[in-house]
């Protein structure tokens, strides 16, 4: 099994619908982070988590929100999508009691907004 | 705000060939610099990485460099083969201390021609 899984894979979605993406990760790590990537865009950091009672805005929070349900579980909301939302979107986790700031990442969801 | 600019967004060799990609970065307190390959369908993973108090490091055929004075650093990969062919990011952490926030370059699609 996948150390980070994110679901769903792929998605497509109405305009003006809400929809949740998930992740969970059995590495342990405290830190949890949600990115989104576009094409020339790079990797841009939507919300992340130190730990269960610890959220935060990135650069690209508007239009999304998270909840942090365990230390394990991760999820990325976007209350009414719109079609700029169209992304590969990237759930990662790093590991702060070790010094180690390298994220594992997920698979990635394909999310499309019609 | 933070920034990781990253050249050039795409990179031909052909295969035994080396290919070099550079990053800047204009956060003077990043500390840790690390570069993710991302296959086709799959999340980025980490290759490699180096911090702050070191100028160069390097693992079989992948080797990085920093400039701390001049705020880049650069990922250089010889002998390129075929398997090397994916997205190349390179990230710079955001602010001194144990923030674990990474700030990514835009991605450098590699290609090695057989």
């Known amino acids: 099994d996948a150390d980070v899984t994110q679901t769903p894979r792929n998605r497509i979605t109405k305009t003006g619908k809400r929809i949740m993406l998930e992740c969970s990760q059995t590495?342990?790590?405290?830190?949890m982070y949600w990115y989104r990537q576009d094409p020339g865009l790079g990797l841009r950091l939507i919300y992340y988590s130190f730990d269960v009672k610890d959220i935060n805005k990135g650069e690209i929070s508007d239009g999304y929100s998270v909840s942090r349900q365990a230390q394990a579980k991760f999820s990325l909301s976007l209350e009414s999508a719109i079609p700029n939302q169209t992304a590969l979107y990237f759930c990662a986790t790093s590991d702060s009691y070790r010094l180690n700031y390298g994220y594992t990442f997920g698979s990635g969801t394909r999310l499309t907004v019609v | 705000g933070e920034n990781v600019e990253q050249h050039p967004s795409t990179l031909s060799v052909q295969e035994g060939d080396s290919a070099v990609i550079k990053c800047t970065y204009s956060d003077s307190a990043s500390n840790y610099f690390p570069w993710y390959k991302q296959e086709l369908g799959k999340g980025p993973q980490l290759i490699i990485d180096i911090r702050s108090n070191v100028g160069e490091k390097k693992d079989q055929r992948i080797a990085v460099t920093l400039n701390k004075t001049a705020k880049h650093f650069s990922l250089h990969i010889t002998e390129t083969q075929p398997e090397d062919s994916a997205v190349y990011f390179c990230a710079a952490s955001s602010g001194s201390g144990n923030t674990g926030k990474l700030i990514f370059g835009q991605g450098t699609t590699l290609q090695v021609k057989p």
């Open positions: 590495k342990g790590h405290d830190r």
